[in-house]
């Protein structure tokens, strides 16, 4: 049986093995401005062409961020001397063939979920907001007319309108509910795609193997980084505006706001949040693949 983890331990284990975390800074760094830097050229781009080259970036970039999955994983076995900031920062983009579908599947999964319960949401609403725009089509005839309304009228149409808003929120929060339940479900597929070069949908079900009964504590961990991230996000709008003040340029202006962005984020919070999902992972693994082996020991 799993055991469950404290996020506490694994904050507390995170910030003995960050006491060397010069590489890992770096290797974040630098996969954060090589997004930054395709994300201003995207930019440059209006129209259908603009579209394309989006698309094209959106493609080139979706496993760029597996590079801080290896220097995660060296980080937390000790191995931060065999860390390369620009090897294990690019390799994301070098080995994009084998990591791609992998990645794809991931975001698809999630992707299509989510798409199907937003179509029927928007029936739903369709079929509500059908009748509600009925209703209040035939009040603002009344109101042309100069017939005097009810008030019961207008707070029939009120409610109708009302009940439309109340399922459109609802359909939001389903759809950000499953988002976050099945990207908790596979978080953990890019760790094994690394470890053990499962890929595909072997590395989705490992995932959701390893995830059963331990969604809420990654969860947690996560969450209790919202300050930091607030936080951040604070510090890099106050830069964006310096920035914007300083330096006329569209494009150089966006270019040096996402490299500041960047660096905050990665020295507030994103190492260690990387380090921390790390050791949630291999303590995981660890009681997976030998804590059962243990107990049946024990046992006999």
């Known amino acids: 049986m799993v055991r ?13 093995l960050l006491v060397n975390h010069d590489k890992l800074f770096k290797v974040l760094l630098y996969i954060g401005i ?13 129209g259908v062409v603009g579209g394309i080259v989006s698309l094209i970036i959106t493609i080139l970039t979706l496993t760029l961020s597996h590079g801080a999955i290896v220097a995660s ?3 937390v076995n000790n191995m931060e001397e065999s860390i390369d ?39 739903i609403i369709m079929s509500v907001s059908s009748v509600s725009i009925e209703q209040f089509l035939q009040l603002f005839t009344i109101t042309i007319n100069g017939i005097t309304v009810s008030q019961a009228q207008i707070v029939n149409t009120a409610d109708a309108f009302s009940n439309v808003f109340s399922i459109l929120m609802l359909v939001i929060c389903l759809i950000i509910f499953i988002s976050v339940y099945f990207s908790l479900r596979f978080g953990l597929f890019n760790y094994i795609l690394q470890k053990y070069d499962m890929t595909g949908m072997a590395a989705l079900k490992e995932s959701s193997r390893l995830m059963k009964g331990n969604k809420w504590t990654l969860f947690k961990l996560e969450l209790s980084f919202l300050g930091w ?11 964006t505006m310096l920035v914007e003040i300083i330096i006329p340029i569209s494009f150089l202006a966006s270019l040096i706001e996402s490299i500041l962005t960047v660096f905050v984020s990665v020295y507030l919070y994103e190492m260690k949040l990387n380090v921390c999902v790390a050791v949630f992972y291999e303590e995981l693994d660890y009681e997976d693949k030998y804590g059962n082996m243990q107990a049946q020991d024990e046992g006999m």
């Open 4 to 16: 469950k983890m404290n996020i506490y331990d694994i904050k507390r284990k995170a910030n003995e």
């Open 73 to 75: 994983l060296k980080t």
């Open 229 to 239: 991230m607030i936080l951040s996000a604070i510090i890099a709008g106050v830069f």
């Open 85 to 123: 900031e620009k090897e294990d920062a690019l390799v994301g983009l070098k080995k994009i063939g084998h990591l791609f579908p992998t990645y794809f599947l991931y975001d698809f999964i999630i992707g299509i979920i989510c798409f199907v319960v937003g179509i029927i949401g928007f029936l």
């Open 34 to 46: 090589i997004q930054a830097i395709f994300s201003a050229v995207s930019t440059l781009f209006d």
